[in-house]
Nanobody
Framework: QVQLVESGGGLVQAGGSLRLSCAAS????????MGWFRRAPGKEREFVAA???????DYTGSVKGRFTISRDNGGNTVYLQMNSLKPEDTAVYYC???????????WGQGTQVTVSS
């Protein structure tokens, strides 16, 4: 059974930083893609960032230059370094994994990120 477990969320002031982690178990994603999505209160879930098995990355426009996605050498842990956080970054952040960035099949339970102004 595949499990994705996120950690690292919390409360931070605007301008601060947080680092999210997501550990996958049950299968390897070393040849697949992993990513992060978020859902803010009252909004639809949106794409945040993704990384392929070869290290190619993609970001939504609002986080470019502030967030960095990376993964460990084994490929089953993905990180999201979030700097210069803004109140509008407040959301539940979800980790996702799959064969490609267009085919995320597995999802974590989410971790809350709250940015105070």
């Amino acid at each position: 059974q595949v499990q994705l477990v996120e950690s690292g969320g919390g409360l931070v002031q605007a301008g601060g930083s947080l680092r999210l982690s997501c550990a996958a178990s049950g299968r390897t994603f070393s040849r697949g893609a992993m990513g992060w999505f978020r859902r803010a209160p009252g909004k639809e879930r949106e794409f945040v960032a993704a990384i392929t098995w070869s290290g190619n990355t993609d970001y939504t426009g609002s986080v470019k230059g502030r967030f960095t996605i990376s993964r460990d050498n084994g490929g089953n842990t993905v990180y999201l370094q979030m700097n210069s956080l803004k109140p509008e970054d407040t959301a539940v952040y979800y980790c996702a994994a799959g064969l490609s960035t267009g085919a995320f099949t597995y999802w974590g339970q989410g971790t809350q990120v709250t940015v105070s102004s």
